[in-house]
Nanobody, 128 residues
Framework: QVQLVESGGGSVQAGGSLRLSCAASGSDYRGRCLAWFRQIPGKGREGVAGIYMAGSTTVYADSVTGRFTISRDDSTNTVYLQMDSLKPEDTGMYYC?????????????????????WGQGTQVTVSS
């Protein structure tokens, strides 16, 4: 079983930065993609960025390319999402999730239905 715990959300002014963390534990996560999603009320979860836990492949949604950076620390089993130049439209609940299938599929923009393990989420609010 896999457990994912997010932290690092908060409120920030437009143009500011936040860093989200996702601590992974359990088994079977190293050979999979871990992704960040965000959700606003009334809408589905949008894939923001992904990283292959056993390699260097990363992927970003067009809306965050150049502003967000996904990385991981293997010594602490933690994946980070560094968010810079934040905009009000980045507001939402951010979740980290682990892909159902093992393998390096992390060149694909994350889609909600491909991910089977989810954290509890952390809220990000960006004010103008």
């Amino acid at each position: 079983q896999v457990q994912l715990v997010e932290s690092g959300g908060g409120s920030v002014q437009a143009g500011g930065s936040l860093r989200l963390s996702c601590a992974a534990s359990g088994s079977d996560y190293r050979g999979r993609c871990l992704a960040w999603f965000r959700q606003i009320p009334g809408k589905g979860r949008e894939g923001v960025a992904g990283i292959y836990m056993a390699g260097s492949t990363t992927v970003y949604a067009d809306s965050v390319t150049g502003r967000f950076t996904i990385s991981r620390d293997d010594s602490t089993n933690t994946v980070y999402l560094q968010m810079d130049s934040l905009k009000p439209e980045d507001t939402g609940m951010y979740y980290c999730a682990l892909r159902r299938n093992s393998g390096d599929f992390c060149y694909i923009i994350p889609q909600e239905w491909d991910y089977g393990y989810w954290g509890q989420g952390t809220q990000v609010t960006v004010s103008s």
